[in-house]
């Protein structure tokens, strides 16, 4: 038993079960209650054995637990003297509710640590060979929410559309069109585009095309969230590299 409640934010990477980090593995073997968001892979509950297991994520608009709930459930476990691990997606702090949850708990009283996750953000494109920075096509990257809280399209997108970095668009989906269309009010028709859905899981799904073009593509392969839009010149360094491959298998079987 704990002297004290402790509560560790903890990131579960991007979908893949092996893409953990080991600290985060020891975490949650050492809880005694594991709040869980809807997109992490629920293998991970396995690192979990003896502890409570609540769900407390978000699907299709529908909430299981409202924030403030989630934080009653935090104040109310860590009171008891437990350690309660809550284990988010991707990185907790890549829009993300850790840092505010580790707020709540530290004004409580409550000993509060975080654990870094691997982002979506990163992984999800490097999974399907797109850098978000290569030298001569891109200097830096943004990497946006495409709605907020307000569920209103992000001003920062109009600013990134205007740049020479690869931009990472998370919860874009429906707001594709407008994004589609910042891009093309600067010149940008041509800029190559990614759609990867359910990144690094077996139901990944990839759209490739430019801003013209990707709209359409998304339609026909029915891409929709949870997915992350790319769209930058580093786009063709996977269609670069696929094309070298190919070209070696051919080569290979041939001799």
């Not at 509560?7 to 991007?14: E, M, R, S, Y």
């Not at 010149?187 to 359910?198: L, N």
């Not at 990144?199 to 073009?213: D, H, L």
């Amino acid at each position: 038993m704990l002297k004290k409640g402790k509560l560790t934010v903890v990131g579960a990477g991007p979908g893949d079960a092996e893409l953990i980090t080991l600290k985060a593995i020891k975490a949650l073997q050492s809880a005694d209650v594991v709040l869980y968001d809807a997109l992490i892979n629920t293998e991970l509950l396995n690192y979990a054995p003896n502890a409570e297991k609540i769900f407390v994520g978000k699907r299709k608009g529908c909430y299981s637990y409202q924030q403030e709930q989630i934080n009653e459930l935090i104040l109310q476990r860590g009171q008891l003297r437990k350690h309660v691990v809550r284990l988010k997606g991707g990185d907790s702090f890549v829009f993300g509710r850790g840092a505010e949850e580790m707020q709540y708990a530290a004004e409580y009283g409550i000993d509060v640590a975080v654990v870094p996750g691997i982002s979506s953000s990163l992984s999800v494109p490097a999974n399907q060979h797109i850098p978000v920075t290569k030298r001569g096509f891109s200097e830096s990257f943004w990497v946006i929410t495409g709605t907020t809280k307000e569920h209103k399209l992000s001003n920062d997108i109009a600013l990134a559309a205007k740049s020479s970095a690869t931009i990472v668009i998370l919860m874009g989906m429906s707001k594709l069109t407008e994004i589609m269309a910042l891009f093309k009010g600067e010149g940008k028709s041509e800029t190559p585009v990614a759609i990867i859905q359910e990144g690094t899981t077996e139901r990944e799904k990839i759209g490739i095309g430019t801003v013209a073009s990707i709209e359409s593509k998304a339609r026909e392969q029915q891409l929709s969230n949870p997915a992350i839009i790319i769209i930058g010149e580093v786009v063709h360094h996977r269609t670069q590299l696929l094309a070298l491959k190919n070209k070696h298998a051919q080569e290979s079987i041939l001799v």
